[in-house]
Nanobody, 115 residues
Framework: QVQVVESGGGLVQPGGSLRLSCAASGIDVSLYNMGWYRQGPGQERELVARIMKTGNTNYPDSVKGRFTISRDNAKNTVYLQLNNLKPEDTAVYYC?????????WGQGTQVTVSS
């Protein structure tokens, strides 16, 4: 059984930082393309970071330079470092593992940026 579990969300002030974790079981994250998505209130889910099997990463312009995705193969975990957070970063953040036609999602972790 495949499980993808996010953690690390919380309430943070503007300009603050958080590190989100995505722990997987039942799959090897080094063999999957791993992505972090977010969905704000009344908004569609959007990609914020992806790390490919090759190790290549990509980010949308809205988070480039502030968010960093990384992978620890030994812990079978993917991380998302969030720096210089803004109120518009408030959303539920989801982790996705994808490989060809296989897609696995976690339940999400809430990030709220507010003073």
């Amino acid at each position: 059984q495949v499980q993808v579990v996010e953690s690390g969300g919380g309430l943070v002030q503007p300009g603050g930082s958080l590190r989100l974790s995505c722990a997987a079981s039942g799959i090897d994250v080094s063999l999957y393309n791993m992505g972090w998505y977010r969905q704000g209130p009344g908004q569609e889910r959007e990609l914020v970071a992806r790390i490919m099997k090759t190790g290549n990463t990509n980010y949308p312009d809205s988070v480039k330079g502030r968010f960093t995705i990384s992978r620890d193969n030994a812990k079978n975990t993917v991380y998302l470092q969030l720096n210089n957070l803004k109120p518009e970063d408030t959303a539920v953040y989801y982790c996705q593992a994808s490989l060809v036609l296989k897609n696995y999602w976690g339940q999400g972790t809430q990030v709220t940026v507010s003073s």
